[in-house]
Nanobody, 123 residues
Framework: QVQLVESGGGLVQPGGSLRLSCVAS????????IGWFRQAPGKRREGVAC????????YFSDSKIDRFTIARDNSKRTVYLDLRALKPEDSAVYSC????????????????WGQGTQVTVSS
């Protein structure tokens, strides 16, 4: 059973940047995808960016956010999400998850979740 731990969230001013980290207890052949998702108060959880940890291809849900970049470091068993030019509407709990099928970057197709890390963008 893989375990995921997110970190890197916090309070930042509009226009600021953060790097979020998702560290997995193992990279296993039982899953190929790790995704980043977010949920703001009163809103549905949405996909932000997803990655195939085998070949590094990236995938997005309906709305790609150009200010965000996903990357992996397999030696560290870590998937990063770089957030740039942050806006107040980016405030949410950001979570990572693993999936056997994930190119649609849909939270409904991911299976094992971390605890989440809070990102708050405010002046």
């Amino acid at each position: 059973q893989v375990q995921l731990v997110e970190s890197g969230g916090g309070l930042v001013q509009p226009g600021g940047s953060l790097r979020l980290s998702c560290v997995a207890s193992e990279f296993s052949s039982k899953y190929r995808y790790i995704g980043w998702f977010r949920q703001a108060p009163g809103k549905r959880r949405e996909g932000v960016a997803c990655i195939n940890i085998v070949d590094g291809r990236t995938y997005f849900s309906d709305s790609k956010i150009d200010r965000f970049t996903i990357a992996r470091d397999n030696s560290k068993r870590t998937v990063y999400l770089d957030l740039r030019a942050l806006k107040p509407e980016d405030s949410a709990v950001y979570s990572c998850a693993t999936g056997d099928y994930g190119p649609r970057c849909s939270p409904y197709e991911y299976e094992t979740w971390g605890q989440g890390t809070q990102v708050t963008v405010s002046s």
